[in-house]
């Protein structure tokens, strides 16, 4: 991909070159070295829930826009359609003709179910709808253009995906399904799956790529995939900024010196794993025992 603002990139072409670094990538790297060396290399396998995610986020978008991105985009299977329904989906001819769905190039979900369905996302996008100031935030929104840019430091190209922006308030907002959007739920959620870098790298992008000239909110729609599909938004702290965009500099710079060693040897077993971590020469770390351990 060329560096600048992208409009018709599909999701699978954004994902397909994984040297241009990614939060994907990025936390990789935070793994460790090592880590981000086989995310480079190793094709990545698809996810029914991947494909929840993404289908969800069309069709509220097709609540907001008015379009019917849904219909060209996902496909929905009904389970109870299967070869021998005697049998679970789990079954030997059961699960070729689920393979067969899911190798489909659409986003694929199931009809029914009170979780990750057809019948699920309506009642999500409802919930959310239904909620004053959220529906009145996506109005007029920009959904999921693509960012490339050199970084200026290192020399890695660099690519973003927000899920919304809204150039005229200079906003970002990234929409999470999740099994729990409450204030300490979700506050687990975003540090276990590190949504704080991705938001830093997503800020990183729109203003170096220069569709913003900075970004004055960013949020975090959070909705539940499960009864009673509660919505709520969540901002990202003035204050926590500058330490995020410290933690992505530094990770982004371990993604540097791993796809340079790369370029000379593809054997990611030779990069650095978690020894990398280590003060001493030998990669030798000590061990802090949790404080539980002595209670």
């Known amino acids: 991909m060329k560096t600048g603002i992208h409009v018709n990139i599909g999701i699978e072409e954004y994902h397909a070159d994984k040297t241009i670094v990614s939060s994907s990538g990025l936390k990789q790297a935070k793994l460790s070295s090592r880590h981000f060396a086989r995310y480079v290399q190793v094709e990545s396998e698809k996810k029914l829930t991947l494909d929840f995610g993404n289908a969800f986020e069309i069709a509220l978008m097709d609540a907001v826009n008015k ?14 359609k299967r070869p021998e329904k005697d049998k679970g989906i789990t ?18 979900i199931p009809k029914n179910g009170d979780k990750e369905s057809k019948e699920a996302l ?15 935030l996506l109005t007029k929104v920009d959904y999921q253009k693509s960012f490339v840019w050199i970084d200026k430091e290192t020399g890695v190209k660099c690519k973003t995906r927000p899920d919304i922006a809204i150039n ?30 991705q938001a830093a790298m997503q800020i990183e992008g729109v203003i170096n790529t220069g569709y913003f000239d900075k970004v004055d909110e960013y949020f975090w729609l959070a909705i539940e995939k499960t009864p009673p599909y509660n919505a ?15 933690n992505y500099t530094y990770y982004l710079k371990r993604c540097a010196k791993v796809l340079e060693a790369l ?12 020894s990398e971590n280590a003060d001493n020469k030998f990669g030798v770390i000590d061990l802090d025992l949790p404080l539980y351990y002595n209670r």
């Open 168 to 197: 005229r308030q200079k906003i970002l907002v990234d929409i999470k399904t999740t099994k729990d959007a409450s204030p300490n739920g979700f506050a687990r959620e975003c540090a276990n799956y590190d949504y704080p870098l």
């Open 232 to 246: 709520v938004l969540y901002v990202l702290r003035d204050e926590d900024r500058a330490f995020l965009i410290d």
């Open 122 to 136: 309506d009642q999500m996008v409802q919930s959310i709808m239904s909620e004053p100031v959220i529906s009145q």
């Open 67 to 80: 379009t019917k991105e849904f219909e060209r985009t996902c496909l929905v299977f009904d389970d109870t």
């Open 91 to 108: 079954s030997k001819i059961n699960q070729a003709w689920k393979k067969e769905i899911i190798s489909n190039d659409k986003y694929v």
């Open 263 to 274: 370029k000379k040897d593809k054997d990611y077993y030779k990069i650095q794993g978690y």
